[in-house]
């Protein structure tokens, strides 16, 4: 079973900000938030990831809770074009295999005009 | 750089009949993994592989089988195909399993 819980669905207004929770209360230490999207009938798209500082890159920006056991993803001026499934994943990052990404629902994002 | 790429894109076949499905993962990935995506289940891993290995494994049945070439590219072959196996199949690559993930545009399999 995932190890996370997201709402089913969000709306957000175009060239607004999306903010997407997650919550994750039984992270371990070692375990990192991975956050991948998927547009309609395409592959998961790799958003973000982090272990326990707020990180930002050319997509999004994820803030992590101090206690580590929620996290939000921002897209900062959404566009249509975001319109997507979202998935929180959380997983350790070293020690052999990370192939087992387990996806829970996710938020269906739509963002409307 | 390219990406990981599936083949094919679209595929019919009839029950009972079996399929081939292709992977190239990203140049200097080693770690392929395999996931079945239906409206029903979600997203499910199949199977992972790493050097021509199978490291990991879903809970999938035994006509669900894959291999790694010696070039990382990988197979995933499905016998004696049923309506259930109608779905969306997605390849994905990392450099060695530590690491980000990344996925292709995947093979959609539809079983009649």
């Known amino acids: 079973d995932a190890k996370t819980t997201q709402p089913p669905s969000m709306d957000c207004a175009e060239g607004r900000a999306a903010n997407l929770p997650c919550n994750h209360s039984?992270?371990?230490?070692?375990?990192?938030v991975y956050w991948y999207r998927q547009i309609h009938s395409q592959g998961p798209q790799y958003i973000i990831h982090g272990l326990k500082n707020n990180e930002t890159n050319e997509m999004a920006s994820l803030i992590i809770t101090e206690d580590r056991k929620s996290s939000t993803l921002i897209l900062p001026h959404a566009t249509l074009r975001d319109t997507a499934v979202y998935y929180c994943?959380?997983?350790?990052?070293?020690?052999?295999?990370?192939?087992?990404?387990?996806f829970g629902k996710g938020t269906k994002l739509s963002v409307k005009p | 750089k390219a990406g990981v790429t599936q083949t094919p894109r679209y595929l019919i076949k009839t029950r009972g009949q079996q399929v081939t499905l292709s992977c190239s993962p990203i140049s200097g990935h080693r770690s392929v993994s395999w996931y079945q995506q239906t409206p029903g289940q979600g997203l499910q891993f199949l199977f992972e592989?790493?050097?021509?290995?199978?490291?990991n494994k879903g809970n999938f049945p035994g006509r669900f089988s894959g291999r790694q070439f010696s070039n990382s590219r990988s197979e995933m072959n499905v016998s004696t195909l049923e309506l259930g196996d109608s779905a969306l199949y997605l390849c994905a690559s990392s450099l060695d399993g530590q690491g980000t993930t990344f996925f292709g545009q995947g093979t959609r399999l539809t079983v009649v």
């Open positions: 039984t992270i371990s230490g070692n375990e990192y």
């Open positions: 592989y790493f050097s021509e290995t199978q490291r």
């Open positions: 994943i959380v997983l350790m990052n070293y020690g052999g295999s990370q192939g087992n990404l387990i």
